[in-house]
């Protein structure tokens, strides 16, 4: 490890360091714009300049790897003469657009500019303009503001795996394009990021606010499973943006598109007074109390067989464990938290988690994709995938569908046969899983969510074990899954009890007349119309907070809180507990979702036993004690898991049909309408209530 002095302080760092990073933990703060800790080394700005002994002129630190002896110094007239003069160049066809600038209070431009840069500038040409850039929906350009720092170009190319944006021509002339078309990767909202300076910005959130304006919350985000940390920052009730927070684990410092841009549809088509069908078939606003006396007066004699509860994607651990208590007290064991249908066993930690964890995608040497496209499912998964695969020495077979997953794989096959030759060791990638250290599968809802999913599930437990997945200190088999619910649900049992039905039950029991109630809290994926019609099927209670298909077919509507509006706890598909933050207030009379079940619990005469969000919390404790331990995974045992059975030869496809419509929310969404129109998805909702 090199030994070097940096203002006449000695320290010692690691092989391969650079300057600049050597300055930093030094505690010396060296000003940048083109470097990045998390993209390549440019060296194009040149604002990190330090002077270095017996260098003839100062050096650009960031470019510079760490050498034994070396003396910087990071505070002369010489460094300090080198920055202006760069950031004078900068500044020389920079326009003074400050007060109209979306990156204003933001801008690292204005921060250096402030501290390292001249008071005055020498030079009187005409500033050069550059035409702006079509970049798709999501991303605003003002090119004149450009100083070629290529981030933009770097995170495309090494992160995003979309080679879509670069520079073209030379000197002067010299500009940043996509050649006029739409940035297709899950992740462009990052370049947002990463740009140093006001030349691209978010169009969705042109001009709408100050960053000084706006309260700042952290929060997780639930628009999949992967429970990326976030920023919420609100101005009054409404959301305004959706910002990237740092953690390693798990998004590093990315989040995806519907994650930062989906928030638009929090303000559009809410629910916000309870409804009730009247006579005529109409939904009317009504009281609280008047809801409540309605369900009160239908489950009035009704055995607890005769009615069930699904809990959907977006749901919070506190509604379902409440929901789960309270219809466990009205005698019904008819739960489930699997809208899908997925076939996953719930009695085994261990066969429902990414076990791996997403950060131990990098321990790994080899994996097999199983009826997933992580592109679309976990984009942050995705991310990590092409992370490791850069780094060499990681082969990637998929079965299942065949996409562009920005790294090379091998394909095995489509579906089930080929997933079964896998099993018995046939075929050349079987031999890589072999001779892999640390080999990995990831099992995606594709190969679950179906009738033989539980012998699909069972097959993948066989490969994880005789390819030796299972050993030691690593756990290489993995479910990615596409529900921020779907995890706590599991943990929590919200699965069918003692000769309780599941989604496909109560759905058959609906429509043969078995089933006389459905609670649905926030559930909008499935089929609908087995619910039957208004008046004729069973009654419906739909409680959530969008105008989505499961309110169409309520006969009550109660309305709830959307992730930004309480103080909830999510469980990523890790298994990592996480709390999100009250960022905003739900509209009208919409209440969060387990105060409503507290409340509804006294009028049918079953009083829920905790009367505050610690005593509910307490509960979830007492129900698994993984939710004690916050922010930590806790390794699962290994245990049997699946049911073996034959296998149908139908192909793995994967449940998103539209990576930007995959729930109320988004769907809801002026900005994700646009990128579905964008990218050619068609937003074509089927009777199911889904996108297809």
């Not at 992967?226 to 910002?243: A, F, Y």
């Not at 994880?464 to 779907?486: I, P, Q, Y």
């Not at 939710?627 to 030869?649: S, Y």
Request: glycine share 10%.
């Amino acid at each position: 490890m090199p030994k070097l002095t940096i203002d006449g302080k000695e320290i010692e760092v690691a092989d391969g360091m650079t300057v600049l990073q050597a300055c930093e933990l030094a505690g010396v703060e060296i000003p940048r714009f083109c470097y990045h800790d998390r993209l390549s080394v440019a060296g194009n700005c040149r604002m990190c300049l330090v002077e270095m002994e017996r260098a003839p002129k100062p050096i650009a630190s960031c470019a510079m790897p760490v050498g034994e002896g070396m003396v910087i110094k990071t505070d002369t007239e010489k460094v300090t003469k080198a920055r202006q003069g760069v950031m004078e160049f900068l500044l020389i066809n920079h326009p003074l657009d400050c007060p109209i600038c979306d990156q204003g209070g933001e801008c690292d431009l204005q921060d250096q500019a402030m501290a390292y840069g001249f008071d005055r500038s020498r030079y009187q040409e005409n500033k050069r303009a550059v035409t702006e850039k079509y970049m798709g929906p999501l991303i605003k350009t003002i090119m004149t503001r450009c100083i070629q720092c290529t981030r933009c170009v770097r995170f495309a190319t090494e992160i995003a795996g979309v080679e879509e944006i670069g520079l073209v021509n030379r000197g002067e002339h010299a500009e940043i394009t996509t050649l006029e078309q739409a940035v297709g990767s899950e992740l462009s909202g990052n370049m947002v990021d990463v740009c140093p300076v006001g030349a691209l910005t978010s169009k969705p959130y042109a001009f709408m606010a100050r960053p000084w304006e706006l309260r700042k919350t952290d929060s997780i985000d639930v628009m999949d499973a992967v429970g990326s940390n976030v920023r919420i920052d609100t101005r009054g009730r409404e959301v305004m943006r959706v910002l990237p927070r740092l953690h390693e684990d798990i998004n590093e410092e990315w989040i995806s598109d519907k994650t930062r841009h989906a928030c638009d549809g929090l303000a559009r088509q809410r629910l916000d007074q309870p409804y009730l069908r009247n006579t005529e078939g109409r939904l009317e606003a009504v009281s609280w109390a008047e809801a409540f006396k309605a369900i009160a007066a239908r489950f009035q004699g009704l055995g607890g067989d005769r009615m069930a509860a699904i809990a959907g994607d977006l749901c919070d651990a506190e509604s379902m464990m409440a929901l789960k208590d309270l219809m466990t007290g009205l005698g019904s064991e008819n739960l489930d938290c699997r809208q899908d249908g997925a076939r996953i066993d719930a009695s085994s930690r261990a066969g429902y988690l990414f076990n791996s964890t997403i950060a131990g995608i990098e321990q790994a040497d080899a994996v097999l994709l199983i009826g997933t496209n992580p592109r679309w499912e976990g984009a942050l998964v995705n991310a990590r995938l092409r992370k490791r695969a850069l780094m060499g020495g990681f082969a990637v077979g998929l079965i299942g569908q065949q996409v562009d997953l920005t790294y090379p794989y091998d394909y095995l096959g489509a579906g089930p046969e080929s997933l079964t030759e896998i099993a018995e060791g046939r075929g050349a990638f079987a031999e890589v899983l072999e001779k892999a250290e640390r080999p990995m599968l990831i099992l995606g809802m594709g190969a679950l969510a179906r009738a033989d999913g539980a012998a699909v599930l069972a097959a993948a437990r066989k490969v994880a074990e005789r390819f030796g997945m299972v050993a030691g200190d690593w756990n290489g088999f993995n479910v990615l899954h596409t529900a921020a619910s779907r995890v706590a649900g599991l943990d929590l049992g919200f699965v069918p009890g003692a000769g309780g039905r599941d989604v496909e039950g109560i759905l058959q029991g609906a429509e043969e007349g078995a089933i006389e109630a459905v609670f649905l809290l926030g559930a909008d994926e499935f089929d609908m119309s087995r619910l039957g019609q208004p008046g004729q099927g069973p009654f419906v209670i739909y409680q959530g907070h969008h105008g989505d298909a499961g309110a169409h077919r309520a006969d009550v509507i109660l309305p709830g809180a959307a992730y930004p509006e309480k103080n909830a706890t999510y469980v990523n598909t890790e298994g990592r507990v996480q709390l999100a933050r009250l960022a905003s207030f739900p509209p009208g009379e919409a209440r969060e979702d387990w105060t409503i079940l507290r409340a509804l619990s006294e009028a049918l005469g079953k009083r829920l036993p905790y009367d505050n969000l610690g005593e509910l919390r307490q509960r979830l404790i007492e129900a698994n004690p993984v939710f004690a331990a916050v922010d930590q995974v806790e390794p699962a045992p290994w245990a049997d898991f699946g049911k073996e059975g034959a296998m149908t030869a139908a192909p793995f496809v994967s449940p998103v049909g539209n990576f930007y419509m995959t729930d109320p929310i988004s769907r809801a969404s002026e900005t994700m309408a646009q990128c579905t129109e964008a990218f050619g998805l068609g937003a074509k909702r089927g009777a199911t209530g889904t996108d297809g």
